[in-house]
Each structure stands twice: as C-alpha cells, then as structure tokens.
C-alpha cells in the first residue's frame, strides 16, 4: 500500500461502495477498499484487492490509505458521520 498513488479511496463496500468496487476493478484503476466488516474484508484480500480493515472516519485510516496521494475518495456510509472532515 505505501506504494499508491493517484488512486481511488473506497470508504464502505455496501450497496453502493460494492459498485464502485467492481467499476474500479473493470477499468483497471488503483484503489483501496477500507471496509469494517470483517467478512467483506477478507473476500476482498482473497480476490486481491487492497482492504484495510478499519474505520474510515479516523484520519490515521486515511493516511494509511494514502489520503494525501488519492486521485478521489468515495465516503459510502450508511449515514455520513458528523466527525468525518476532509481538510
């Protein structure tokens, strides 16, 4: 992962971040998935994909996941936490 660059951040793999997933893999893009759900998780590793299993809503995730580097950053919430800022 240290190693991204002009990538794509996916912040939830539900309904919406799962399509983003398989557009993302259809073109061929970069990207990491940062996924909570263990399950979900390891069905991305398995398929080898980028997954970080953490909260999205911290900034030490998003720096993990290369934030400062990112061509974009989809936030796929359920309900879009109050303490998720990008600056």
Not at 28 to 35: G, L, R, S
Not at 65 to 78: D, I, N, Y
Request: aromatic residues 6%; proline residues 1%; charged residues 25%.
């Amino acid at each position: 992962m240290s190693k991204l660059r002009q990538h794509y951040i996916v912040c939830g793999s539900g309904r919406v971040g799962s399509h983003l997933v398989r557009d993302l893999v259809r073109t061929n893009q970069d990207f990491v998935v940062i996924e909570q759900d263990l399950q979900k998780a390891a069905e991305f590793t398995q398929r080898g994909l980028n997954v970080l299993v953490s909260d999205a809503t911290l900034e030490e995730t998003l720096r993990e996941a290369r934030v400062e580097h990112a061509r974009g950053l989809a936030a796929c919430f359920r309900t879009m936490p109050i303490t998720f800022t990008l600056s």
